[in-house]
Every structure is written in structure tokens, then in C-alpha cells.
């Protein structure tokens, strides 16, 4: 049904509607097909849209706007919402899910889909709903009904989250405890894996017969098996648990801000043996063991939502603590609140906040613009609980008022996304404050040397700002955590006492332009993010200094390496013990240095093979060292090599196992790519190189002139998993491209102008997505007589004489783009299949375009486009293409 291009001819709109009670697994589904390797391919754009109880088309539209346009949408007006969508779905390909559909009125319905008519034929909604009603007036393919498991199923799902990988076979008393369990989990697959969750690890029999024996299953008012989950918990996983309440329904949350959160609200135990940071983060983990949160793989896995029946749990344990606001009332002793933006908040929303005095939370949420002044200047005052305070994407926040600094219990500051220009003196007596987030704010270019004064300071965000440099006083900040720069563009330096703070743990310092680094950062040796290293000069950082960072994770980037001078130096830094580190790119400076020099060091700079990502830049070294490309990097995913002018060959990337990203890019040196690039040994003929690539690019190659096959072994052939293949100014690549490509779904060719292709020989897969030809490279368009193709690009081939077989031929082609062609070709009466749905012509002023009556069997072609083209064109019937929706001509 996903897939499937049967009722592709229809001009409905197709939708597949999941049906079934909450717990069942709708949205586990949906988030299975919509993640699906094959339908990332499929579908030119994806979004998810989370719809809920409360039914507001123009918030569910706001939110498809958001997710499949590349600008920022502001309008409060439905319609200039409705036409964008349908300019953002004009003639993609795309896949939409609306999850949790509730609003049983046809016409909003009706009101909603209306736009997604100008997406393209073969584009699927996926709804799920527990409503039968919604059911019936969504679906155009029958309805996917859940039902609910069976105990066996019930059983197996709390089996594998209370035992993992151990099994249960060692307990069988446990056994027959759980099946028990099991049976009163009314065939729900979340009651099984949150009470899985709640026994996890747990052998105790007592403790398993406590839960069957529980009270709490003849509760019918929220899932019973949630209720026992919550009860078992300790108490401050209970208040962090209920706490979160305090977000809307299905809300997304990132795991880093509910733990500052939990932080300032005093929800965690401190402990003497770990940060408060740490503590925060098993309390989460905690929390998503137990299945009581969970990650949104759909939209990104570090967004956090709950479940909307463990929302309703939370709702119900948090009691008057916690609000959302919405339409009800607010009870007058809420600590914790939060509210939906709107374009423009008034004073009006607020009226009730002046009641509110134990208000600790001011939490607003999603998308807004400007906010009235009497907030920050008339409300905020008066709410001296506060702990936390949210003002960001309010634009018109330009300054904050003297009294701010009467908020001394304030720990959480958020004014990121604002165009606050300076923080006014009083901001920094709030002594408590332990969280500051300045990101965004393009119109700070500075900070005052009081910042020193907010020494309970643990996390302070500047990233993405106009700040030049940090005030002399950020060394006094010694509780200080986090401390995040990334994309100040304009920052020239560190603090040269950097090294004060002792506490640091994460500097995020990428996309900078600084330069280097003050030699006092070796100091901080308990850091676990850095991610950039800079090289001095002479007196300036050693590379060797590197090894003063045991504890180092996540991305490091180590820059200016031709200021390495000793190769020894490299090898002090031991990387290949940094076991943490999954993404690393060494970059050198573009001018040459010592080639040998360059060799040792690259050497000596050998990472941990449990690395996922490498870059190497600016290498101007004559070869590779042995350890790239070494079979034993069985971690590595994505590898770029990129301007390493001075190789004369590549590495045998093909014996990494596990690689799925190859980009090859400016190695002007390289004529020959062969034996070498897919094993290193002889005796490899038995071996399959690059087994799992998906991506392989080759970009600039000025003197690339062979890409000879891979001497292997009857099945052996290499890349049985590429699905794109890119090919981009190789101007002297000559000859075949690999043979046997059976997975290829996209290709891209540009500036390969003695590229050619024998079709007989090749062994693609039968069905190419799309495939793009520019600036050279006609002699490939002959691929496509033996392939079908479902999207074509030609552009700037003005040695082309003709158009390709497959195009006169075959019946699987639905877009062809025609663009700065010089020749002269000619589209005749039977010159294209009937399957096209799409045809532009653009620049081409010599193509014929020949067209009479015969050309109404085009009765799938929607859209034509012919500009300064098709000079011999004088004029043509309208009717000459019953399909068509959209004409240009200019």
C-alpha cells in the first residue's frame, strides 16, 4: 500500500488509516514504516504531525508548514498557511503522518487534505486514530485494524525488557509469576513492556509477586499496569516523572533541557560521588528504561515524548503542581506552568498570572513572535518563586528590566532567540542562577565583566551570537559545566585563564573562526566535549597536549596540523586509546608542507577503531598510512577524504565493514582507482569489499582517468548495497562504471565528458529512482535502455542527438527535465511514454516539439513547462493533454 504505485491514476488522495485503542501500537507502526529504509528512498519529502485530542486545522497546518518548507512561516491568516503547503507539496513525492487523529468532523478533514491535491500521484497519508468514525472518512485503502495480542505476545514483550539478552529460562519460578502478569495486561504491547520495564533486573520473587497481587488492577481510569509502575518507583523518580506533566500531551522534549530542568526545580538527589548533571542523566535513563518515556525515532532520536496514556498518568500523580495552559482554569496554587505561544501574546493571556504567587515555572512553548511588556516589566516581579523563566523567540525582547534582579531564587534563565542587546546590571545578583542560555541573539555582541558574579553558574550558552570576545571575569565562574560558543562566527578568543575552570566538562567551540587556543586549556583534563583542538605555533598547543583529555567523547576536531612539526608529538597525543570519540576530522592549512612530515604525523594519529566518523582535509602527504581502511575500523559509517592533493592512491576503504558514506573529493593525483581501493591483499578475491555502502561520491578528480573492476569471485562483487552514486567533474574518467549494482537507486553525473557506458554489461537495478546527467556524459544515457527510471534529468549535453531508447520506449518514466541543450533533438508524437507525469524544457531552443492530436493518450501528463525553449513551437492545442493542471510558457 506504501509503495505501491496501483492507484497511482487516481486523483484521490491515498490514505492508509491505523485503527485501534491506545497502547495497542498505532504509532509504533507508523513511526516502523515511516523510518523504512525503502520509504526514506521512496518519498521526496517525509513529515510527522502529532494531531491529539484538541483539533485546530490551523495548528495541524502550522505544524506540516514547519516540517516540509525550508523557510519560516509567520502567517496567522489560513489561507497564506494553505497556499504555502500547497507550494511546498507541488509536485513531491511525499509521505505525511497524522497521528492520533481524533475530530470526528468530515469537513475539517476535508479542509485539511484540500491542499496536499498538488503533491505528487503516489504520495500517502498515514492516520492513526482510535476513532472508528475518523476511520471511515480517512481511509482510501481498507482500514488496518489492531487487535490485541495474544498472552503469548504479551508475555514475550515483558519477558525481553524484564530479562534482556539473559532470557528467562534460569527462573522458571519467575515464569509462571510473569505469564500471570502477562494475562492482566489486557493484550496491550505497552502495559507488557512498561511492566517489563518495572521488573527489569529484578529475580526477586516477592517483588514479581507484589505486582500480580496488586490492587491496582481494578483501576479503569488510567491503565492499571502504568499506575503499579509509577507506585514502584523511588520518590525523586517520582517527582521528576510527574514533573513532566508539565508539557502538553505528545510534546517534544530534548533530554539535555528536562535535566536542567530537573535541576533547577531541586528534583535531584545530589550525591558526593557524581555531578548533579549525571545524577539527572540516570534518572532519565531510568525513566526510559521503564518505558514511562520514550524517544520519537520518527523526528529525531534525541527528541523525547510520553506516550499519551503515561501522560494522563502523570497528569493524575502531579495533582494541582503542574499545568499546561489551555482553555481550563488555572488553579491558584500551580508551582508549574507552561503555554503554547502565539503570534503575539497579550497582556490579556496573562491576567491570571498575577494570582499565581507560589508560580515557580514560566515556561512558554513552540513558536511565537512578540510578547506584550508587561510581562517582563509588570508580571515577572511579582512572581518571586520563580526558578525558572522562559522568554526566548519573543523577537521583541530587546531588553530586560532593572527588576529582574528581584528573582534571586531564579535558577533557569532562557533568553535564546531574542534581540536582547545587553543584560542589564541587576541580572547578575540572581546568585542562585544556575542555567543561562543566550543562544540566538544576534544583536549581543558583548557581555559585562559582572558575569563573574554568578559563580553557582553550571551551564551558559552563547552559540550561534555576535559575541567577540568572553569578559576576562568567565575564569571566576568555577562551578561552571557547559559552556557552549558553537557558530559565534565572530568570537576572536578564549579566556587566556580558561584553565580556572575547573569543573568543565563540555566547550563546544565548533564552526568558530578562532585561531588558537590559549595553552591554560590543558588544565581542564575532566573535559568529555571538545569539539575542536587547534594546533599553535611554536610557543603556542602541542598536538601532544591532546593526552591531558582522557575522558573525551562525541566529536573532536583537531585543526591547524601542519603547526606539527615533530611526528612524535602525534603520537603522544594517543588518540587510538580515546575509545569515546565517534566522529574525528584532521584538517590541515591548504599551502603544502613537509610531505613526509605530514605522512608521519597522519600515522601517528591512528583513532580508536571504535570511531564512526572520519575527515581528512588539506593532507598533503604522498600516500595514506596503513591503518586507513583497516578491516579492523569495523565501527566506521561515514568516511570523507577530501583536497589531499599529493596521494597517488586511494586506501582499501572496501575492507571497512560497516562503511555506508564514502565521499572522495579534489585528489588531483589520483589517475588510476583499482585493486587497491577495494583490499588490500592478494588473497582477497574471496572477499566482498564495501558490503554495506549506500552513498559513494567522487567529486573534482581532475586527472582520475580509470575506474578499473574488482577481480573477485562469482558473488563477490562490490557494492551490493549502493543506493546513490555520484559522479562530479572527473573530466578525464573514461571507460565502464561498476557492473553490478543491483540496489542503485539514484545517480548523479556532472563534468564527465568521456564517461561512456556498455549496456549489455551492466547489471543495475532494474528500477532507478532518478537519475541526472550534466555537463558531459551522453554515452551513459544508454544505461537506461535496459533500466527503468522513474525520474530524468538532462542538462547542458549539447553533444546530444537524440534522446535515449528508454524514453521512446518504456513506460516507467513520470519526469523528465530538459535544460541547456544546444542540439538539435527533436519530441515527436510517440517520442515519450505515457507514464509522464512531468516535462520541462528549459533553454533548449533548438528541440522540436511536435505535437498534434494523437498526443491525448498523455493522459497522465499534469505538468509542462517550456521556457526559451522549442523555437519551431508555434502554437498547440489546449486540449491536447487532458491531464494537465499547470501550463507555463515564456
Given at each position: ?5 496501483v ?20 504509532t ?28 485546530d ?7 506540516i ?25 507541488k ?6 503522518v ?22 505528487k500521484?503516489?504520495?500517502r ?25 495474544p ?37 496491550l ?24 497481587d ?34 502538553p ?57 510520553m ?14 503542581r503542574s ?26 493571556k ?12 514560566f ?34 525582547i ?42 540566538y ?13 554568578l ?115 602525534a ?52 600516500s ?41 573529493r ?18 582477497c ?8 555502502l ?7 578528480m ?132 505515457t ?48 491531464a ?7
Open positions: 500500500m506504501l509503495l505501491s504505485d492507484d497511482a491514476k487516481s486523483n484521490n488522495i491515498e490514505v492508509i488509516t491505523i485503527l485501534g485503542m491506545g497502547g495497542l501500537g498505532k509504533t507502526l507508523a513511526q516502523y514504516l515511516y523510518n523504512d529504509s525503502k520509504v526514506q528512498n521512496h518519498f521526496d519529502l517525509k513529515a510527522w504531525v502529532w494531531v491529539s485530542d484538541v483539533y486545522v490551523f495548528k495541524v497546518t502550522k505544524q508548514v514547519d516540517s516540509v518548507s525550508s523557510k519560516d512561516c509567520n502567517s496567522t491568516n489560513p489561507d497564506v498557511l494553505r497556499v504555502e503547503l500547497k507550494n511546498s507539496l509536485d513531491k513525492n511525499f509521505l505525511l497524522l497521528d492520533d487523529l481524533w475530530n470526528e468532523e468530515y469537513n475539517d478533514w476535508n479542509q485539511l487534505i484540500t491542499p496536499f491535491t498538488s503533491g500521484k503516489g504520495s497519508i498515514i492516520v492513526t486514530t482510535r476513532q472508528p468514525e475518523v476511520a471511515k472518512f480517512t481511509h482510501t485503502f481498507p482500514i488496518y485494524k489492531l487487535e490485541s495480542l498472552e503469548e505476545d504479551c508475555w514475550r514483550i515483558l519477558a525481553n525488557h524484564a530479562f534482556g539478552n539473559e532470557g528467562y529460562d534460569q527462573y522458571p519460578r519467575l515464569e509462571k509469576i510473569g505469564r500471570q502478569i502477562a494475562s492482566k495486561c489486557a493484550g504491547p505497552l502495559a507488557a513492556k512498561t511492566l517489563g520495564g518495572l521488573l527489569r533486573s529484578d529475580v526477586d520473587e516477592k517483588e514479581w509477586k507484589r505486582v500480580l496488586s490492587k491496582l488492577w481494578v483501576h479503569k481510569d488510567v491503565l492499571p499496569a502504568l499506575r503499579i509502575s509509577y507506585l514502584h518507583l523511588p520518590a525523586h523518580l517520582k517527582r521528576c516523572f510527574a514533573y513532566c506533566s508539565i508539557f500531551k505528545q510534546h517534544l522534549w530534548d533530554r539535555e533541557d528536562l535535566i536542567l530542568l530537573w535541576m533547577a526545580e531541586g528534583l535531584l538527589q545530589p550525591s558526593s560521588e557524581k555531578e548533579l548533571e549525571l545524577v539527572g542523566s540516570d534518572c532519565f535513563n531510568e525513566l526510559l528504561s521503564r518505558s514511562l518515556i520514550q524517544r520519537d525515532k520518527a523526528v529525531s532520536k534525541d527528541k523525547i515524548r506516550h499519551d496514556l503515561v501522560y494522563d498518568l502523570a497528569r493524575l500523580v502531579s495533582g494541582k499545568h499546561c495552559l489551555d482553555c481550563s482554569e488555572i488553579p491558584k496554587n500551580v508551582r508549574h506552568l507552561s503555554f503554547y505561544r502565539n503570534f503575539y501574546d497579550v497582556s490579556e496573562f491576567e491570571s498570572f498575577y494570582e499565581l504567587k507560589c508560580l515557580r515555572t515556561l512558554p512553548l513552540g513558536w511565537g513572535l512578540c510578547i506584550t511588556r508587561k510581562v517582563p516589566q509588570d508580571l515577572l516581579p511579582k512572581l518571586k518563586c520563580l526558578r525558572v523563566l522562559s522568554l526566548s523567540n519573543y523577537k521583541n530587546t531588553e530586560l528590566p532593572d527588576s529582574i534582579g528581584m528573582l534571586v531564587l531564579l535558577r533557569y534563565l532562557d533568553l535564546s532567540s531574542t534581540s536582547i542587546k545587553r543584560l542589564p546590571d541587576a541580572t547578575f545578583n540572581l546568585y542562585n542562577l544556575q542555567t543561562l542560555k543566550l543562544s541573539c544576534r544583536y549581543l555582541v558583548e557581555l559585562s565583566d559582572s558575569l563573574g558574579m559563580v553557582l553558574l553550571r551551564h551558559l550558552d552563547l552559540s550561534s551570537n555576535s559575541i567577540k570576545r568572553l569578559p576576562d571575569a568567565t575564569s571566576k565562574l568555577y562551578n561552571l559545566q557547559t559552556l557552549k560558543l558553537s557558530n559565534c562566527k565572530s568570537l576572536v578568543e578564549l579566556p587566556a585563564q580558561i584553565g580556572n575552570l575547573v569543573n568543565l566538562r563540555h566547550l563546544d567551540i565548533s564552526d568558530t573562526n578562532l585561531t588558537e587556543m590559549p595553552t591554560q586549556i590543558c588544565r581542564l583534563q575532566d573535559l568529555r566535549t571538545l569539539t575542536s583542538f587547534i594546533v599553535g605555533k611554536e610557543d603556542g598547543l602541542r598536538i601532544s597536549e591532546l593526552r591531558k583529555f582522557p575522558y573525551l567523547q562525541g566529536k573532536l576536531s583537531i585543526l591547524k596540523l601542519h603547526n606539527v612539526f615533530d611526528p612524535s608529538d603520537f603522544q597525543a594517543n588518540l587510538k586509546n580515546k575509545e569515546q570519540i565517534e566522529e574525528l576530522m584532521l584538517k590541515w592549512d591548504s599551502d603544502p608542507q613537509d610531505s613526509q612530515v605530514e605522512k608521519d604525523v597522519l600515522d601517528n594519529l591512528q583513532p580508536s577503531t571504535m570511531l564512526k566518523k572520519l575527515s581528512i582535509i588539506y593532507y598533503n602527504g604522498t595514506f598510512p596503513n591503518w586507513l581502511g583497516d578491516s579492523s575500523y569495523c565501527n566506521v559509517q561515514v568516511l570523507c577524504i577530501s583536497v589531499c592533493n599529493y596521494c597517488l592512491s586511494l586506501p582499501p576503504f572496501g575492507q571497512l565493514p560497516s562503511l555506508k558514506e564514502l565521499v572522495i579534489r585528489m588531483k593525483m589520483v589517475k588510476t582507482v583499482g585493486q587497491e581501493f577495494y583490499c588490500s591483499s592478494a588473497s578475491q574471496s572477499f566482498q569489499p564495501f558490503p554495506l549506500e552513498s559513494l561520491e567522487f567529486e573534482e581532475s586527472e582520475w582517468e580509470e575506474w578499473l573492476p574488482f577481480e573477485g569471485e562469482g558473488s563477490n562483487f562490490p557494492f551490493p548495497c549502493l543506493k546513490r552514486l555520484r559522479l562530479s567533474e572527473c573530466p578525464l574518467l573514461r571507460g565502464n562504471l561498476p557492473s553490478r549494482l543491483p540496489s542503485l537507486q539514484k545517480v548523479d553525473i556532472a563534468g564527465c565528458n568521456q564517461l561512456e557506458a556498455k549496456s549489455c554489461d551492466v547489471q543495475w537495478n532494474t528500477s532507478i529512482g532518478g537519475m541526472s546527467v550534466r555537463e558531459g556524459g551522453e554515452g551513459l544515457l544508454s544505461l537506461l535502455d535496459n533500466l527503468s527510471c522513474r525520474q530524468l534529468s538532462i542538462e547542458k549535453c549539447d553533444s546530444l542527438q537524440c534522446l535515449p531508447r528508454m524514453i521512446l520506449n518504456a513506460n516507467c518514466l513520470q519526469y523528465l527535465n530538459l535544460t541547456d541543450i544546444e542540439s538539435s533533438i527533436s519530441l515527436t508524437t510517440d517520442g515519450l511514454p507514464s509522464l507525469q512531468s516535462l520541462s524544457i528549459s533553454n533548449c531552443e533548438k528541440l522540436e516539439f511536435v505535437c498534434d492530436e494523437s498526443w491525448q493518450k498523455y493522459t497522465s501528463l499534469e505538468d509542462l513547462v517550456i521556457f526559451m525553449s522549442c523555437d519551431s513551437l508555434m502554437s498547440f492545442p489546449l486540449d491536447c493533454f487532458p494537465l493542471r499547470c501550463l507555463q510558457i515564456s
